[in-house]
């Protein structure tokens, strides 16, 4: 398509690797180009290119995306749109045939997720001209880790993203865009230069704009809040977003006057306010009174946006009670990694067949408890406890048998090393230093801590399962959950 395409696709996969690595490690996102010649029938040569040319995918499976982008039309008669100058229509109905050929090549790459059984879901840019080509930029991401952080209900789009995550790839897809226009017209200007955490902050404002229904500002003044002290205290209340007079919203007191939310340190001193369910309640431009959100039995009750200033420079955005973004230092960050129920019974269930529905009840108290460790700590559960805290006498400190209970984990949990129990919850070793052979699977961005454990799970004699809590916040089970 153009002499530097290789350069541009490797330039714009490290740039996603940096920005979603930030996010989540388990994303994996892959970048690649599609190329769509303006003035080519599908079946001509070089019709469509793809970069790299050696990926998975061959032009003829996009040799139907101008057909499939034409069938896209709506039936019946189109809204007519008026412009007052020829070029402004000419732009307005390139932008109409771009915006079908990006679904267009969406649905074709989703058809072929589906065939091939991968477990990717796909995003594309608008296209691009370029040297006679439609260039779309490609970003694939792991279907399930990214499905498996909660979105909004509803319609989405660019300017209604559903998640932090979805915005994040909004921002990528038009930096993208964005840096293939400039390539075309300006060899020697940097690509795709732009500081990952400034997209993550981009993601972070366009992401609350769908928070505030389009109202400016609501990021940015969250960020200030949190910046503030009151009398030497950090800045620790709710705020409940939602519009005046909400009937899920039980008004405790109402401001004559309305403070605008930029006002930053009346805001921080009325956040005192807010205690158990009582909140500040602000429509995203003024905080304009005290109340709570009824209970969820309650006929009025509405899932609304609730902002948590949790301390110094940190604050918090839920819906619905699930955590959707955390915000620290004015850069935003997915909610950490955290252990399902669910997903946590099924792997007990395949890795200890024999586990009634009391003992992984058990085993998931324990869990969760591990789990709310600050410093981080590895739970290792085996069929074999027994005998391995005895192989590895020297490297832990064996316990008499006793069954293991949530207030004494957290006791032994505040030592290095992990804690070795069987299926039943019996504990026989504590502060192990556990070993295992080396493994293809380690993750050199991870810690010693995940590695470790990772590399015993890999070469234990016996079923065994590790839930593993990192000092980052990080909590991963292994072997991870098959799906």
Not at 15 to 28: T, V, Y
Not at 157 to 176: C, M, N, R, W
Not at 226 to 235: M, S, V
Request: aromatic share 8%.
């Amino acid at each position: 398509m153009w002499e530097h395409q290789s350069l541009f696709r490797v330039s714009a996969q490290l740039f996603a690797d940096g920005i979603f690595n930030l996010l989540d490690r388990n994303l994996k996102p892959e970048v690649l180009l599609l190329g769509l010649a303006s003035a080519r029938e599908a079946d001509e040569p070089d019709a469509v290119v793809l970069e790299p040319a050696t990926h998975r995918y061959r032009p003829a499976d996009f040799a139907k995306v101008k057909i499939n982008a034409a069938a896209l039309e709506p039936d019946g008669p189109r809204e007519v749109v008026y412009h007052l100058h020829p070029l402004d229509h000419d732009r307005y109905e390139k932008l109409r045939w771009y915006e079908l050929l990006r679904r267009a090549a969406e649905h074709t790459l989703a058809d072929l997720v589906a065939r091939r059984g991968e477990d990717r879901v796909s995003f594309c840019s608008l296209p691009v001209s370029v040297n006679g080509y439609l260039v779309v930029v490609v970003l694939q991401l792991s279907a399930e880790v990214y499905h498996g952080y909660y979105a909004l209900p509803g319609p989405t789009g660019a300017i209604k993203p559903a998640s932090l995550l979805a915005a994040t790839v909004q921002e990528f897809l038009q930096d993208s865009s964005r840096a293939l226009r400039e390539s075309d017209t300006d060899e020697d200007r940097p690509v795709l230069d732009r500081d990952y955490n400034e997209v993550l902050r981009a993601a972070g404002r366009r992401f609350m704009l769908r928070v505030a229904q389009g109202t400016h500002g609501l990021y940015d003044a969250c960020n200030g809040v949190a910046a503030l002290r009151h009398e030497g205290d950090e800045g620790v209340g709710t705020m409940l977003v939602a519009r005046r007079n909400h009937p899920a919203v039980v008004p405790v007191l109402t401001l004559e006057t309305p403070i605008p939310l930029r006002d930053y340190r009346r805001i921080r001193k009325l956040l005192e306010l807010s205690e158990d369910r009582n909140a500040l309640i602000t429509d995203a431009t003024d905080v304009f009174g005290l109340g709570y959100l009824v209970e969820p039995t309650d006929p009025q009750y509405e899932p609304l946006f609730m902002v948590h200033f949790t301390k110094h420079y940190s604050w918090e955005l839920s819906h619905d009670t699930e955590l959707m973004m955390k915000v620290v230092s004015n850069t935003p960050r997915l909610p950490q990694g955290t252990v399902e129920e669910n997903n946590f019974a099924q792997a007990v269930h395949r890795i200890f067949p024999g586990v009634d529905a009391a003992g992984v009840a058990y085993l998931w108290e324990l869990t969760l408890k591990a789990t709310a460790q600050p410093n981080g700590t590895i739970l290792v559960i085996s069929e074999g406890a027994a005998q391995e805290a005895a192989r590895l006498t020297r490297q832990c400190f064996r316990v008499a048998p006793r069954l293991m209970t949530p207030s004494v984990l957290r006791l032994v949990t505040n030592i290095d090393g992990a804690v070795l129990i069987d299926p039943a919850g019996t504990c026989y070793g504590i502060g192990a230093i556990l070993d295992g052979l080396a493994t293809a699977k380690g993750d050199s961005s991870r810690g010693s801590r995940y590695n470790s454990a990772l590399r015993y799970v890999e070469s234990s004699r016996y079923a065994c399962l590790a839930i593993v809590v990192s000092e980052d916040g990080w909590i991963d089970l292994l072997p991870p959950v098959r799906r």
